[in-house]
C-alpha cells in the first residue's frame, strides 16, 4: 500500500545534502513509501537527484520576503497554497523546525510530525505538530536527521549514510584535479590568503590542477587573486547545481570553507576537507563514504600545518581505495 509522505526542508544546500541519507532510510524501512519534498527554488535540484524522491515542490521565501505583498508574490504565494491544500499526505513531515517551514506545514493536509520544544532551533515551531519528536541536539545533522525520520516510521536505522548520488558517482572517472572552495559569503569565515597559497603548493607538487569554485562574482574576484599568476589554476565559471557535483565527482580530492558544496564533496564520497572557522563541525561535521577532516572551530581557524597534514592523509587514503593491492607483496595472502 502507498504511504505518501511529504518532506519539507527549504535549505540550505548543505542542510538539504545532510536529509538525504534520512530519505535513503525511509526509502529502505518504509514500504511503498512515495516521497513529495518542498524546498526551496534555487536549490531545487538536490532533491531531484535522490532516485526515491517522486516529486518536488518548489518555494520562493527567499525571493518573496523581498517583496512579500507585491502582486506577482501574492499570485505566487496563492498558486502554492492552492497546490498543496489539493494534495493528500499520511505523513508530513518538518526536518527543519523552524517558523518558516511551520508556515509552509500548516497549509499542508496530513498528520504533521516535527521536533519537539526541547529538540528544535526555534521552539515555538513545536507547538504546530500533532507529534512531537526528541532528537538529541548536539549530534551530527546526519545523524539528527536520520534519527527523526526513524522515530517518525518506526524503524532502526543502521549502516553508514547512503545519500543516494549515484547519478554522479556511478562511473564516475575521477581525475588530476583539486577543487577548491575558498570563498564565502560572510567574511568571517573566509581563510588568510597565505594559508591557501600554501595548500595550492602542496596540491601541485602532487601534480593536481586546481579548479577553484566561486557562488557569485565578488567570490570569483577573490578566487581569481588568490591564484593570479599561478599557472595549472582556475576560476570556474558559474554553473547549475548538478553542473558542479559532476566536477566535485570527478576530482581527486577537494578543499573548501565550510560551505554547501564542501558537505556535497562529502556526500559524494570524494576525499574532502573542510576548514572551519565561524562554526563548529560538531553539529555539521563533513560526513561521507572517504576521507573527511573537519577541521578548527569558531573563533578557532586551523592552521596551514593541519590542514596540510589532511591533504596528505587525504591523498593517501584516495591512493589506498584506487588501488587497494599497492604496497602488497604477491606471496601474501591478499586480506579477506
Not at 510530525?113 to 526555534?122: K, N, P, Q, T, Y
Not at 581557524?301 to 581505495?321: C, G, K
Amino acid at each position: 500500500m502507498t504511504k505518501r509522505i511529504l518532506i519539507v526542508r527549504t535549505s540550505s544546500l548543505g542542510d538539504l545534502v545532510h536529509m538525504l541519507p534520512a530519505i535513503s532510510d525511509i526509502a529502505r524501512h518504509v514500504p511503498g513509501a512515495r516521497i513529495d519534498w518542498v524546498v526551496e527554488e534555487g536549490f531545487a535540484e538536490v532533491p531531484s537527484w535522490h532516485p526515491a524522491v517522486h516529486e518536488v515542490i518548489p518555494v520562493a521565501h527567499r525571493r518573496w520576503r523581498k517583496s512579500w505583498w507585491a502582486p506577482q508574490t501574492r499570485a505566487e504565494r496563492a498558486a502554492l497554497r492552492r497546490d498543496l491544500d489539493a494534495r493528500r499526505y499520511d505523513i508530513v513531515l518538518d526536518m527543519q523546525a523552524l517558523m518558516k517551514s511551520v508556515w509552509l506545514v500548516r497549509q499542508t493536509h496530513g498528520e504533521r510530525h516535527g521536533l519537539d520544544r526541547r529538540s528544535a532551533r526555534e521552539p515555538l515551531a513545536s507547538f504546530f505538530y500533532d507529534v512531537r519528536h526528541t532528537v538529541e541536539f548536539w549530534q551530527p545533522a546526519v545523524t539528527r536527521q536520520r534519527t527523526l525520520a526513524a522515530s517518525v516510521f518506526g524503524y532502526q536505522y543502521e549502516g553508514e549514510p547512503d545519500f543516494g548520488l549515484g547519478r554522479f558517482t556511478s562511473g564516475a572517472q575521477v581525475g588530476s584535479c583539486a577543487v577548491v572552495m575558498p570563498s564565502a559569503s560572510r567574511d568571517d569565515k573566509l581563510w588568510p590568503a597565505g594559508h591557501w597559497h600554501m595548500v595550492f603548493d602542496h596540491l601541485q607538487e602532487h601534480g593536481l590542477a586546481l579548479r577553484l569554485l566561486a557562488g557569485n562574482e565578488r567570490e570569483a574576484r577573490r578566487a581569481g587573486e588568490l591564484i593570479d599568476g599561478r599557472k595549472g589554476a582556475e576560476v570556474l565559471p558559474r554553473m547549475t547545481l548538478e553542473d558542479v557535483a559532476r566536477v566535485l565527482a570527478s576530482a581527486r580530492i577537494m578543499v573548501g570553507l565550510d560551505s554547501g558544496l564542501t558537505h556535497l564533496s562529502a556526500g559524494l564520497g570524494r576525499p574532502t576537507i573542510g576548514i572551519y572557522k565561524a562554526s563548529t563541525p560538531v553539529r555539521t561535521p563533513l560526513q561521507g563514504s572517504s576521507y573527511t577532516a573537519s577541521l578548527g572551530e569558531r573563533g578557532s581557524e586551523p592552521s596551514a600545518e593541519t590542514v596540510l597534514s589532511a591533504v596528505e592523509q587525504a591523498l593517501s587514503f584516495d591512493a589506498r581505495q584506487a588501488h587497494p593491492l599497492a604496497g602488497v607483496d604477491d606471496s601474501d595472502p591478499v586480506p579477506g
